[in-house]
């Protein structure tokens, strides 16, 4: 089955202590990003990758890393959490062939809390 | 820049009533229009897609018509269902561009 995978789908964690939230897909594609959806504000994008090894900022990347080593798998780096980064977030990716119509797959989101 | 924009919720309906969600773009060139659906506790999933003027995508009952000359490509149902209650986001994707651009999306509430 063609699916992005997140883990773990809830976290609860205290401010400055280093974490990562994986992303996987299985349907080959280049292209992967980040995004962090809060109420009244819609998804925001914090960093996409084209390729192995390239990635560049979205909207919001303060705070956050990312890194692109496999094709595959795309995780989000949060090296010193603060409250303001509690978020539903969410990895997506799609193919780069086609690209106006492409479809976003997308995850089934992470639900960080930071205390 | 391209944007989107969409109208606020939440919308309430009863079931069975008709649907309408707005969705306005500015963009460059001729983008791709999509509407995205999150159901509670989900990620978001295709509803369905437009590539060029005038096409019309469709799923679920849903439909949506690509119009160059308004910018628009708002959402349509004609009967609700208490399970299409969700968010639905309107997005664009421009011309030679991997970067999507969403709307802030727009809750939608069916009560029985």
């Known amino acids: 089955e063609a699916q992005v995978t997140q883990n773990p789908r809830y976290l609860i964690t205290v401010t400055g202590k280093k974490l990562t939230v994986t992303c996987s897909q299985n349907m080959n594609h280049e292209y992967m990003s980040w995004y962090r959806q809060d109420p009244g504000l819609g998804l925001r994008q914090i960093y996409y990758?084209?390729?192995?090894?390239?990635?560049d900022k979205g909207d919001v990347p303060e705070g956050y890393k990312v890194s692109r080593k496999e094709k595959r798998n795309f995780p989000l780096i949060l090296e010193s959490p603060s409250p303001n980064q509690t978020s539903l977030y969410f990895c997506?990716?799609?193919?780069?062939?086609?690209?106006?119509?492409?479809?976003?797959?997308f995850g089934p989101g992470t639900r960080l809390t930071v205390l | 820049g391209d944007s989107v924009t969409q109208m606020e919720g939440p919308v309430t309906l009863s079931e069975e009533a008709f649907l309408t969600i707005n969705c306005t773009y500015t963009?460059?060139?001729?983008?791709?229009l999509f509407w995205y659906v999150q159901y509670p506790g989900e990620g978001l999933q295709l509803l369905l897609k437009a590539t060029k003027a005038d096409d019309k995508g469709s799923n679920k009952g849903f439909e949506a018509t690509y119009r160059k000359e308004t910018t628009s490509f708002h959402l349509e149902k004609g009967s609700v269902q208490v399970s299409d209650s969700a968010v639905y986001f309107c997005?664009?994707?421009?011309?030679?561009?991997?970067?999507?651009?969403f709307g802030r999306g727009t809750s939608l509430i069916v009560h029985p």
């Open positions: 997005a664009l994707r421009a011309g030679g561009s991997y970067i999507p651009t």
């Open positions: 997506a990716s799609s193919s780069s062939t086609g690209t106006r119509d492409n479809t976003q797959y």
């Open positions: 990758s084209m390729n192995v090894e390239v990635t």
């Open positions: 963009a460059t060139g001729y983008p791709s």
